[in-house]
């Protein structure tokens, strides 16, 4: 039988000094600026990186925990572009092999099983249901019908939708989609799954910041992941960028992951090792 839960809330002043007996936390700035932070962020938020950081200044937790912030960012903002990329690709290349055809999803054949057909179906009704009153959509279905050319589907979908409907076409596609990255189906259907696990996570806020990953990273036909890295953010981070040098190649992202961990390393004496980077930040990617 659970025990009842008795602990009490505490008030800032409470946490406070909770964090100086608790965490030896050393207060280097006036307590009405902890204060103030703590007001603006969660205690329990926080409450690993003072774990962790054990007899740190306050000031420097909090480092860690705008470096973790700004990764997430970051990490989003490499994951748009490689989304928007894999949804024009899959779109470029089934519409051309399909003669132009717009509808080719509503035929069977075109899946590996009836089961998953009538799932890409469903979430088809799913798009129109929740962007159904969007004007681009509705003036569509005015004029023409309510089969959605697949150019519209595809960029409603998340990113969790287009890695299940990879998992849903015939092998043959699959295999023209996945030759693009130069992947077998099941390493670039893994690779699907591992950027749609990380998107979430950024996308939700959820702490980097000493994270073991619960989806373990592994070594695919064009993938080369370290074995100390297949369970940390590091190893996600190498991921994105393998992505990243694919679907643009010009991009600037690694420069500004690498000035960022640089500035946070070098001018606040950060520990990369919490998110598994190696204390080299030119070398960690390539």
């Known amino acids: 039988?659970?025990?009842?839960?008795?602990?009490?809330?505490?008030?800032?002043?409470?946490?406070?000094?909770?964090?100086?007996?608790?965490?030896?936390?050393?207060?280097?700035?006036?307590?009405?600026?902890?204060?103030?932070?703590?007001?603006?962020?969660?205690?329990?938020?926080?409450?690993?990186?003072?774990?962790?950081?054990?007899?740190?200044?306050?000031?420097?937790?909090?480092?860690?925990?705008?470096?973790?912030?700004?990764?997430?960012?970051?990490?989003?903002?490499a994951i748009e572009m490689i989304e928007a990329s894999i949804k024009a690709l899959l779109v470029n290349i089934l519409c051309e092999k399909y003669y132009d055809n717009p509808f080719w999803y509503k035929d069977r054949t075109k899946f590996n099983c009836i089961k998953s057909f009538i799932a890409f179906i469903n979430l088809t009704k799913e798009i129109k249901h929740e962007y159904g009153d969007e004007n681009e959509i509705k003036d569509y279905i005015n004029q023409y019908s309510e089969d959605l050319p697949i150019w519209i589907l595809i960029e409603k979908f998340s990113l969790g939708d287009i890695a299940k409907i990879y998992s849903y076409l015939n092998v043959e596609d699959s295999k023209l989609i996945a030759k693009h990255f130069g992947e077998t189906v099941e390493g670039f259907k893994n690779h699907l799954n591992w950027l749609t696990y990380i998107r979430n996570l950024c996308a939700h806020y959820v702490r980097l910041f000493d994270r073991t990953m619960k989806i373990k990273l592994h070594s695919s036909n064009n993938f080369y992941i370290p074995e100390d890295k297949t369970d940390t953010p590091a190893g996600y981070i190498i991921l994105i960028h393998h992505y990243i040098k694919i679907v643009l190649s010009h991009s600037m992202w690694k420069n500004k992951l690498v000035d960022l961990l640089n500035k946070y390393q070098s001018n606040y004496k950060i520990s990369l090792c919490y998110w598994g980077i190696d204390n080299t930040p030119e070398l960690f990617i390539n």
């Open 1 to 77: 039988m659970s025990q009842k839960y008795k602990q009490t809330s505490y008030s800032i002043s409470q946490q406070i000094d909770r964090l100086k007996s608790k965490y030896n936390i050393e207060m280097d700035i006036p307590l009405e600026e902890v204060e103030k932070s703590l007001t603006n962020i969660n205690y329990y938020r926080l409450n690993t990186y003072f774990f962790k950081l054990r007899g740190e200044p306050f000031t420097k937790v909090m480092k860690y925990y705008n470096l973790d912030r700004k990764l997430r960012l970051l990490i989003l903002e």
